[in-house]
């Protein structure tokens, strides 16, 4: 017996293009990285807007999901700034606090000022420099975070200050004769330096008349490794001036 003739293969029409922009809800929805996806949108629009300016709604919209994952993921809007926040937080200071461990191991009793703010500043701009766009909204998301009077204060002790104590432990090696106050003085003003120059508000471009960009952050972290190294030898180094 002859076997029957497969039937003619069938046609199929080629796939429709991939269009871009936000998926629609059902899928973002049923996606493993939903959560990933919520943080993305907070952290751009907390970046540009602040905390007051951004609403559980908007985040959503953008996101492309229902409010209501936002709740379950993070319960309220303070709870999702602060996983925001968190996010990236870690991998910065993990990757300091490596670095200074790293340098101080390898250097010893020969660590400079210089070397180790090298070692501590240079993570942050590296990553604003080519970690893409989320680094970005991430780096402005600091600097508006560290000005602020409400809560900036306590977010910033409760993810930034065990590096920055590690930081101060080093430094004290290398001027064992700093008082702790004149260390955290020190420290202070660098700090807004440091968000202030990783937010690139563009002001120095202006103010400079084009001669010096904020986005040239590979020139700013060099500037600023020589410009804290001389500050802090200042501020440590010499007796506070006399009041009177």
């Not at 003619?8 to 871009?20: E, G, L, T, W, Y």
């Not at 007051?52 to 953008?62: D, K, L, N, P, Q």
């Not at 004149?182 to 937010?199: E, K, M, P, R, V």
Request: hydrophobic share 40%.
């Amino acid at each position: 017996m002859t076997k029957p003739e497969a039937p003619p293969a069938v046609a199929r029409p080629a796939p429709a293009p991939a269009k871009r922009g936000r998926p629609p809800k059902a899928r973002a929805e049923g996606t493993a990285d939903t959560r990933d996806t919520i943080l993305d949108a907070a952290e751009d629009l907390f970046s540009k807007h602040g905390f007051y300016g951004v609403t559980i709604r908007e985040v959503a919209r953008e996101a492309g999901i229902d409010t209501a994952l936002i709740h379950y993921y993070f319960v309220s809007k303070r709870g999702l700034f602060d996983a925001v926040f968190l996010r990236r937080a870690e991998i910065w200071n993990n990757e300091r606090v490596e670095a200074i461990n790293r340098y101080a191991r390898n250097m010893g009793d020969a660590m400079t000022l210089e070397g180790l703010l090298e070692a501590f500043l240079r993570p942050p701009f590296e990553w604003s420099l080519k970690g893409g766009p989320g680094w970005k909204h991430y780096s402005a998301l600091v600097a508006q975070t560290n000005a602020n009077p409400t809560f900036g204060g306590e977010i910033m002790a409760r993810y930034y200050d065990p590096a920055i104590h590690r930081m101060i432990d080093l430094i004290r090696r290398v001027l064992p004769e700093a008082r702790d106050q004149d260390l955290y003085w020190a420290w202070h003003n660098l700090s807004g330096a440091l968000t202030l120059t990783l937010g690139e508000t563009g002001r120095l471009d202006r103010l400079s008349g084009g001669l010096c960009r904020s986005g040239d952050l590979e020139t700013a972290c060099d500037y600023m490794v020589r410009f804290a190294a001389a500050g802090f030898r200042a501020v440590c180094e010499r007796p506070p001036p006399a009041r009177g």
